[in-house]
């Protein structure tokens, strides 16, 4: 991934503050003040009950966000892709051919029995 500060800022606040935000408003709109409070004292714990409560909330803002446009609230993670080519192997190739005209043979043969078992249309002249 390409060490992008604004990007890692961006994913940061979409996958851990916008939950932890949501669910604070989900706090205070069903009036649990409260509540609100002793999560945000009570440290690291409150914090994981708060982004828990507005996990849904922020996955439904983040998929409308990529229906206005893609990548926008689910934002595409670079990643390195590495791809090691392997020599073709000459001997399996002459097992294929060989396995693929076994089955040609196999299917004419199937053909000329579909043949011979459907009615013949005669042709008038």
Known sequence: MANDPLQSL?????????????????RLRSA????????????????ANLR????DDARQLRDLLDQLAPGLGNPVVEVDV???????????????????QERLVLMAERVAQLKAALPTAKTKP
Request: charge should be negative.
């Open 52 to 55: 828990q409560d507005g996990e």
């Open 10 to 26: 961006r994913l940061q606040m979409l996958n851990d503050v916008l939950p932890v935000g949501l669910g604070a408003v989900a």
């Open 32 to 47: 649990r003040t409260k509540d609100l409070l002793n999560d945000l004292l009570s440290g690291q714990d409150g914090v």
């Open 82 to 100: 590495e791809v090691q080519s392997q020599p073709a192997d000459p001997s399996g190739q002459e097992d294929d051919i060989q396995e693929l």
